[in-house]
């Protein structure tokens, strides 16, 4: 047995993981797979593999993509979620915010730099026509520490994905006001460079054993019944997330993510000519 910590936010994105955690399919393939829940996003995980406390990590693409090109020492190792995530643009529910003029210039609530809920914020600013400096950007490190800003009615803007932070909605703390998607996919597994032969061997591994449980899981009947119990969703809120989910654990390709790329150099989040240092990214 060999093994292989690795971490991504409890979202039901990662019910793949734990389904074959749970059934037992990565220790049967010989690697001992440590999930590590981390609830305060790409940032921090970003923050982790730099430090060593992870071996493999499920980040937003766009977090992913902007932390290596800055010189993170990870690499991409497969896709997951290829489809765009829907960033819900999420607002105080008590307050005068409705229309893009209402939101141009209002500061937003971030989980940590680097993370795609602050990537994803410069972009919303910049179609509305707009550049947040340090100054508009306010830390509370996840969703939770979001909904307390939120209650106080202070006006902030938050980024986050819109099913998982219904339950906000619901309760009455945010108002769903926009979305944004990305023309990339949602969801990369990246791996931390300098591990040992036999850490990047179960990694390979650890990645086959996930792409037979993704393969199952799309056709289990009871798929709905298994999103509902990971991420505490209605039964009408699970059907629809998984309308517009596909995961797909295959190697990502430059193509996919050039846009990508190209906008994060317009953002200023990476380098100028990051475009030529892609190939640092696989």
């Not at 990662?14 to 399919?25: D, F, I, T, V």
């Not at 992913?64 to 529910?93: C, K, M, Q, T, Y």
Request: net charge negative; glycine share 10%; hydrophobic share 45%.
């Amino acid at each position: 047995m060999t093994t292989v910590r690795v971490a991504g936010v409890p979202e039901p994105y990662n019910l793949p993981w734990h389904l074959a955690r749970e059934q037992g399919h990565f220790a049967a393939a010989g690697v001992d797979l440590h999930w590590h829940t981390v609830p305060e996003g790409t940032g921090r995980m970003c923050q982790m593999l730099r430090d060593g406390e992870l071996d493999m990590a499920v980040l937003v693409t766009e977090g992913a993509v902007r932390d290596i090109l800055n010189g993170g020492p990870h690499r991409i190792v497969s896709g997951f979620v290829e489809s765009p995530l829907p960033w819900g643009v999420h607002v105080p529910a008590e307050a005068a915010l409705h229309t893009d003029a209402d939101l141009c210039g209002i500061p937003y609530a971030i989980s940590r730099l680097g993370s795609g809920s602050h990537i994803m914020a410069m972009l919303h600013a910049r179609r509305m026509g707009w550049q947040p400096g340090p100054e508009d950007l306010v830390v509370v490190h996840n969703m939770e520490g979001a909904a307390q800003r939120m209650a106080t009615g202070e006006p902030l803007i938050f980024l986050w994905e819109t099913y998982v932070t219904s339950r906000y909605v619901r309760s009455g703390v945010m108002r769903h006001v926009g979305e944004v998607r990305g023309d990339w996919p949602g969801f990369v597994i990246v791996a931390r460079e300098g591990l040992q032969r036999e850490v990047q061997a179960a990694v390979m591994t650890a990645l086959n054993v996930l792409r037979a449980e993704v393969h199952r899981s799309v056709q289990d009947p009871h798929v709905v019944e298994l999103v509902m119990q990971n991420a505490d969703f209605g039964r009408d809120l699970a059907s629809e997330w998984l309308k517009h989910v596909r995961w797909r654990v295959e190697p990502v390709t430059l193509p996919v993510i050039a846009g990508l790329i190209s906008t994060l150099e317009e953002l200023t989040l990476v380098p100028v000519g990051a475009a030529d240092r892609s190939g640092q990214l696989f």
